[in-house]
Nanobody, 122 residues
Framework: QVQLVESGGGLVQAGGSLRLSCAAS????????MVWFRQAPGKEREFVAA??????TSADSVKGRFVISRDSVKNTLYLQMNSLTPEETAVYYC?????????????????WGQGTQVTVSS
């Protein structure tokens, strides 16, 4: 089993930055694909960015502003978010999977964290 715990959320002004962390325990996740999703109130869970040793992929809406990375020694996933907008207010979740490739669908991910709230004020 893999346990995931997100941190780093909070309140930030529009145009500001935050770095989210997702600490994994239970197993080494270096061979897993890992992902960030977000879910705003009343909306579906939305893919943000994913990473595996083969590379990364991200949603068009965050390209050039968000950077996903991982530290295999610390067994931790990160999401650096820059130039945030109020529309990006959401709960941000990390997840992990052994499914092949770099999946972008929530149904492909077996292990989930509890989420961390990001609020961007205008």
């Amino acid at each position: 089993q893999v346990q995931l715990v997100e941190s780093g959320g909070g309140l930030v002004q529009a145009g500001g930055s935050l770095r989210l962390s997702c600490a994994a325990s239970g197993r080494t996740v270096s061979s897993y694909a890992m992902v960030w999703f977000r879910q705003a109130p009343g909306k579906e869970r939305e893919f943000v960015a994913a990473i595996r040793w083969t590379g990364t992929t991200s949603a068009d809406s965050v390209k050039g502003r968000f950077v996903i990375s991982r530290d295999s020694v610390k067994n931790t996933l990160y999401l650096q978010m820059n130039s945030l907008t109020p529309e990006e207010t959401a709960v941000y979740y990390c997840a992990a999977t052994l499914a092949p490739g770099i999946p972008t669908g929530a149904h492909d991910y077996a292990y989930w964290g509890q989420g961390t709230q990001v609020t961007v004020s205008s």
